[in-house]
């Protein structure tokens, strides 16, 4: 069986995933499916569960994000990658260094978890991923 590459998992893509409503959902469902075909290995942080589960803390979902969460937490096939101190200050470091940018603190800190991992796909909508260099796997439109 062939392995896919290895795909870090941003925010946006959770949150397409678990709202029906959301434009993307059709795109995380496939591939949710994909990756699930292929055994791909998956991967996070701690940040973009936080960025996550804030985003549904006030949404009728917010029960079905607590499940998913701890559907995650067991999954084999994943990798929650905790922010630790240094890899927030290689975060700040990134955040800084790249102050053209409108990139937030999570999406530093998630650029370094992946650049360490050597991961080059991002289950993301958010085009600051493609300005650091990654390619996204969702969105084709409205790239910031």
Known sequence: MK?????????SYFV?????????????????AVWHRLATKLSTTDAVLIET??????????????????????????????????????????????????WSLTDCISMEAATEARVKQVATTDGHFEQAGFEILMGNDDRA
Do not use: C, M, Q
Not at 61 to 84: F, P
């Open 16 to 32: 397409a995933l678990l709202n029906k409503r959301d434009d993307e959902h059709a795109r995380a469902v496939e591939l949710a």
């Open 3 to 11: 392995r896919n590459p290895p795909v870090f998992v941003d925010t």
């Open 53 to 102: 589960f804030n985003w549904f803390s006030r949404s009728p979902l917010r029960v079905t994000a607590a499940r998913a969460l701890g559907t995650l937490r067991g999954a084999s096939d994943w990798t929650i990658v905790h922010t630790s101190a240094e890899l927030i200050r290689r975060g700040e470091r990134r955040y800084t260094t790249h102050a053209d940018k409108s």
